[in-house]
């Protein structure tokens, strides 16, 4: 029932996962983004379950600014967020592979040259 | 944090879509550049296993941990001490909160991780086993158990998976208010009467072995231990971090004015450890079976909250769900 130190490490085996607990009606998860201060964008600070926008606005307020780390929240219900495929991982990303010519760092001839 | 998200595939994707042996290769080689695994990045299902096992025990413990505290709250000495000891409780819910979430991204749903713990079948840190007698417990919990786990956790910061790593750092952040408002209370008694001297004195007596067996067993006895450090969860053994502990608390224990209940402390100058005193591994199994000082009124305190709950979330779900449907109506009739 109990077990060793803060981070799970008792020295027991793991055992597989016990059979799953059929759901009543759990809360939807919803995406936390924290804006800092103003003039910073949004940055996501994590999740929480919540019934509804209103409460998990509430949620995020009491879980993720506790010490004043934001001036606005913007609460997404994690099933609104489409991402990409992490698959994909290379073909999807590739099309900016080699075209260095996009960074200002490409163009060499300039150097020296005042406010350029 | 993200988890549940739909991925839109392209057509292109679908061609290079990766079997689980270059799933493998590329886990392998973020392994090896010492970089970090996402939500939904593949990943061998053992490092999955070993990760929900780790996190749900770690958000269990912080949720449990509030207890022996909030035990204090209406006792507290004085309107400041109270405000902080309330504070420092819901730092922990906190905690425990970020660590569900962190949890939930490796597919396990909260519900699952809430009802495991409620039906005893999950597992959280022995240190919570331990009764709060007095007020100074209330140091030594905070200078001693709060800065074991300052210790375990700092390191957990760059574990291998990204969301746990991130959920560390956010709980790091918080801890060292915790450990000093610990050690000032501490301070405070040890500069007080001698009667309130010897107080805090015996609540370091008492927290200071089950502080040091929160690092869990040693490692000779430690069998995941290996496997957490090749996948670059853990960043030291148990050993190590106790030992590293020790140190830090043979310094500050000065500065109170208290002695810790260990007349083995050494440096090694050969191995540059610090070596502490022998502990009593059978009081851990012993807390660990079940047969601890407060693992049943523990768990019973837990289950009473989450059954006198229940009329509270499933308010808000019934009000979600009307809410929804009349705006919806509403709607219907404007258009
Ligand atoms: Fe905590
Ligand atoms: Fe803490």
């Known amino acids: 029932m109990t077990g060793g130190s803060t981070t799970g490490d008792d020295g027991a085996k793991a055992t597989p996962a016990a059979e799953s607990i059929p759901a009543s009606t759990p809360w939807p998860l919803w995406e936390v983004f924290v804006r800092s201060s103003r003039g910073l964008s949004h940055v996501h600070a994590g999740s929480l379950h919540a019934p509804d926008a209103p409460m998990a606005l509430r949620n995020a307020r009491d879980l993720y600014t506790r010490r004043n780390e934001g001036v606005s929240i913007w609460v997404v219900p994690a099933e609104a967020i489409a991402a990409s495929d992490p698959d994909a991982k290379g073909s999807f990303f590739e099309s900016p592979q080699g075209k260095d010519y996009r960074h200002a760092t490409y163009y060499t001839k300039s150097e020296g040259v005042k406010h350029l | ?335």
């Not at chain 2, 990766?18 to 080689?29: L, T, V």
């Open chain 2, 1 to 335: 944090m993200v988890q549940n998200l739909q991925a839109v595939s392209d057509s292109q994707s679908e061609q290079v879509r990766e079997s689980a042996a270059s799933g493998q290769a590329y886990f392998d080689r973020i392994m090896a550049e010492d970089s970090r695994i996402e939500p939904r990045d593949w990943m061998p299902e053992a490092y999955r296993r070993t990760l929900v096992r780790q996190i749900s025990q770690h958000a269990h413990s912080e949720i449990i941990g509030m207890q022996p505290e909030a035990n204090w709250i209406t006792r507290a000495p004085s309107l400041k001490r109270k405000a902080i000891l309330m504070a420092k409780v819901q730092d922990e819910a906190g905690h425990g909160l970020y660590l569900y979430s962190a949890a939930e991204t490796l597919g396990t749903p909260r519900q699952k991780m809430t009802e495991d713990l409620i039906a005893g079948n999950a597992r959280y840190s022995s240190i919570f086993n331990y009764p709060a007698v007095s007020w100074a417990d209330m140091g030594a919990i905070g200078w001693l158990v709060d800065g074991a786990a300052i210790c375990n956790q700092v390191p957990l910061c760059r574990a291998s998976y990204g969301p746990y790593g991130r959920a560390m750092v956010r709980v790091c952040k918080e801890e060292s208010f915790h450990q000093r408002q610990g050690f000032e209370i501490l301070l405070e008694l040890a500069n007080g009467t001698p009667e309130q001297k010897q107080m805090a004195q015996d609540a370091v007596n008492r927290w200071y072995a089950p502080s040091l067996m929160m690092f869990g067993p040693p490692d000779d006895d430690s069998p995941n231990s290996k496997q957490s450090m090749a996948w670059n969860i853990k960043r030291f053994s148990n050993d190590e971090l106790r030992s590293r502990f020790v140190g830090m608390m043979v310094e500050q224990v000065e500065v109170l004015g208290l002695t810790l209940p260990d007349s083995e402390i050494r440096f090694n100058e050969e191995t540059k450890m610090w070596e502490h005193g022998p502990l009593d591994w059978n009081e851990f199994r012993e807390v660990l079976a079940g047969r601890g000082p407060c693992n049943a009124q523990r768990m019973e305190r837990r289950r009473e909250a989450h059954e006198n709950g229940a009329w509270v979330r499933e308010a808000a779900a019934e009000y979600a769900r009307k809410t929804a449907a009349w705006s919806a109506e509403a709607a219907g009739v404007a258009s």
